[in-house]
C-alpha cells in the first residue's frame, strides 16, 4: 500500500452485526435518556444532539451491510434500505 493511499476497511457479517447492535443499544440509550430529562424538565439539548448524532452513525452502519433500518430481525434478506421510499 502506498503512503497516500488510504486503507478500504471491510467487514465480516458478523463484524457488521456486532456494530449494528453496539450502534442500536447507543441510540436506544441516548434517546431513553432525552426522554428521561424532557419528562424532568430539564434541558436535554446535549442528550437531543448525541442522540441525533448516534442515530445517524446507527444508519450509516445499517447500509454498510445493505441491511434498512427498520426491517425487523436480523437476517439479511429482509427488505434492503434502497427500496423503501422513506427517509430517515
Not at 25 to 38: A, D, P, T, V
Not at 52 to 78: F, N, Q
Request: aromatic fraction near 12%; charged fraction near 35%.
Amino acid at each position: 500500500m502506498e503512503r497516500d493511499e488510504l486503507p478500504i476497511p471491510s467487514f465480516t457479517r458478523d463484524e457488521l452485526v456486532y456494530l449494528q447492535e453496539l450502534m442500536d443499544g447507543e441510540r436506544r440509550s441516548w434517546f431513553n435518556y432525552k426522554m428521561e430529562l424532557i419528562a424532568s424538565g430539564s434541558d436535554a439539548t446535549d442528550a437531543e444532539r448525541r442522540y441525533k448524532l448516534s442515530k445517524s452513525l446507527r444508519d450509516k452502519v445499517y447500509h454498510l451491510g445493505g441491511r434498512d433500518t427498520l426491517a425487523p430481525g436480523k437476517d439479511y434478506a429482509e427488505q434492503r434500505w434502497w427500496d423503501q421510499q422513506h427517509d430517515y
